[in-house]
């Protein structure tokens, strides 16, 4: 998810829990051995919040199916690229930045032998792809890392056919979210900007997407964000000093208490 932004957002990912590494001790922890299929490794290739539930809640609204050309944007270790390949027959594209994550996507798919999926390196502010290339872009908890957020979305315009369909899920501010708050989301989870729900809507009318949905999930949310850090906690247990530790405290009692993070899901057609 390593994208427009280097530095921090790097080395967030170099040091992330869930990681190839980290899928493969977990199938080799079950006993899972010999041939393997997507299936296998989706109880821990999923690296974004709601699981394979979510995953396919945007694909619904993005109208994927069989025939449709996918681009997953920021795709991480490309376990929501080969959901949608396994489970809709699609042919995706994972789009990701970040070397080791790019490698290991392609990794796991050989091993699952995925070929529906192709993942390629490059960078979600410009998308080396041909206008019109794509009938759906997806992403998950993605754009929080990148600065020039209006640029992947107008590149995501370019790259979509007439009536295509963007559908996301980010990290988006409250009014209450302040300064503080915002450097420790950038200190712990390398959040470059955070968004607010109106901001979204302007930037995506201004790339040029129309009949905008929004959805808030802070609510559903909280205890699916408060799972995941007890699962970083757990991962990274021995690696944490007390402050860190102690923050990882602070921020997910702040979430399960109803702070300044929030999830919308838009869904611009």
Same mark, same amino acid.
């Given at each position: ?43 821990f ?19 994927v ?7 997953d944007?920021?795709?991480?270790l ?7 390949? +396994? ?5 995706? !594209?994972?789009?990701? @930045?970040?070397?080791? #994550? *790019?490698?290991?996507?392609?990794? %796991? &798919?050989r ?17 080396p ?14 754009l ?14 370019r ?8 559908a ?22 390398a ?26 999930? +802070?609510g559903?949310?909280?205890?699916? !964000?408060?799972?995941? @850090?007890?699962?970083? #906690? *757990?991962?990274?247990?021995?690696? %944490? &000093? ?13 979430i399960?208490?109803?702070?300044p ?9």
């Open positions: 998810m390593l994208q427009g932004t280097p530095g921090r957002v790097r080395e967030y990912y170099d040091e992330h829990p869930i990681s190839e590494a980290h899928v493969l001790a977990a199938l080799a922890g079950q006993g899972l051995a010999g041939p393997l299929t997507a299936d296998d490794l989706f109880e290739d999923q690296d974004h919040y709601g699981g394979l539930a979510a995953v396919d809640a945007l694909a619904r609204r993005a109208g199916g069989t025939a449709s050309r996918v681009l944007v920021c795709a991480g490309g376990g929501p690229a080969r959901f949608l390949a +396994s489970r809709r027959g699609s042919a995706v !594209v994972a789009l990701e @930045l970040h070397a080791g #994550r *790019a490698a290991g996507a392609a990794r %796991l &798919n091993l699952v032998r995925q070929a529906r999926v192709t993942v390629v390196r490059a960078d979600a502010t410009m998308l792809f041909a206008e019109s290339a794509f009938d759906a872009c997806l992403s998950q908890e993605a929080l890392h990148i600065a020039d957020k209006p640029a992947v979305l107008e590149e995501c315009r790259v979509l056919v007439r009536g295509g369909r963007l996301f899920t980010d990290w988006i501010a409250f009014p209450s979210l302040g300064d503080r708050e915002r450097q420790r989301l950038w200190e712990w989870m959040a470059t900007t955070v968004q607010t729900l109106d901001g979204y809507r302007v930037l995506l009318g201004r790339a040029g997407f129309t009949a905008v949905e929004v959805e808030d999930l +802070s559903e949310w909280r205890t699916i !964000v408060r799972k995941r @850090l007890d699962l970083h #906690r *757990a991962l990274r247990r021995d690696s %944490l &000093n007390p402050s860190e530790s102690g923050y990882f405290s602070r921020l997910s009692d702040r399960a208490s109803g702070g993070g929030a999830r919308p899901r838009p869904f611009p057609g």
